[in-house]
């Protein structure tokens, strides 16, 4: 929330970025939004996305925490760590979290947000600076 916050005051302060101000500060809030309602449901499917994805080196006839904890500080970034956060895995752990996950897919009929996992990459595509 806090890289979020960051990058909607950012825009807000560029003066080059008045055409698409409105659109992408309403695409931040609406992420905010979403993490307010759900931070729990987000987090879960981000670490069933890397569980289920698996990375060279890992064996995938086990699950390992380790490996979990890595792929999910790829995507999240770790300041301890100086890794950088990547909204593109971010996303494709999230896109293949939730549908994936029996407990979810069951009840994805009546799930009412399922639009936002669909548009997730095009809303974080929209928190880079226009150019």
Sequence with gaps: LSAIMDKMLELCNDEK???HLRTDIATLANN????????????CALRMGAIYAFVEGEDPNTTEDFWTARKVAWAKGDASQSIEPDPDLYAFFLSIGVPFTPAWKVQSHILTDMNYFKTRQENTEGM????
């Design 128 to 131: 880079y600076p226009q150019q």
């Design 32 to 43: 905010i939004k979403y993490r307010l309602r759900y931070p729990v449901d987000e987090d």
């Design 17 to 19: 970025n008045i055409k």
